[in-house]
């Protein structure tokens, strides 16, 4: 059995980081903004701002789950070797969905002045999805060497 076929575990844990950040603070309360408040990923999608922006931690934590089960499937399904591809679309789309939320625009402030830990873990979630599924490209290239004996 070959040890490449676990690198996919590197998208597994970008993914579990990706459901992780909607549990910590997507914006963070600064004194002379009022409608700044500790919000996570959850509470954000009942505040009261307006905006699609809102609900972007939630489709970071979707596309987490599908990023996961794709991850786990290209580990465990002979003959899945496209899943990797998929990977490294979701975890695009997390870095894309991430920078749409840092561009909303609530009461002419750019909300990335507010942004917290959980946005920072999001973008994490997508570089690690990103880099476990180059790495897993990579390596689809490399020829075991044969001794010359």
Known sequence: MSYLRYVPIVC???SIVG????TQL????TPGFDWTQNLSGFDLMN??????????PIVVC???????????????IR???????????FGIAIMVTTTMFSMWDVDGERIVHFVDTGFWLSYAAGGLILVGAAVQ?????IKPVKSSK
């Open 137 to 141: 490209y990579s390596m689809m290239f």
């Open 12 to 14: 597994v844990i970008g």
């Open 19 to 22: 459901i992780i950040s909607v």
């Open 26 to 29: 997507w914006i963070h309360s």
């Open 62 to 76: 979707v596309l987490s789950v599908i990023a996961a089960v794709i991850a786990v499937a290209t580990m465990t």
């Open 47 to 56: 505040s009261t701002l307006d905006g699609f922006q809102k609900y972007m």
């Open 79 to 89: 003959g899945f070797w496209y899943g990797i591809f998929v990977c490294l679309i």
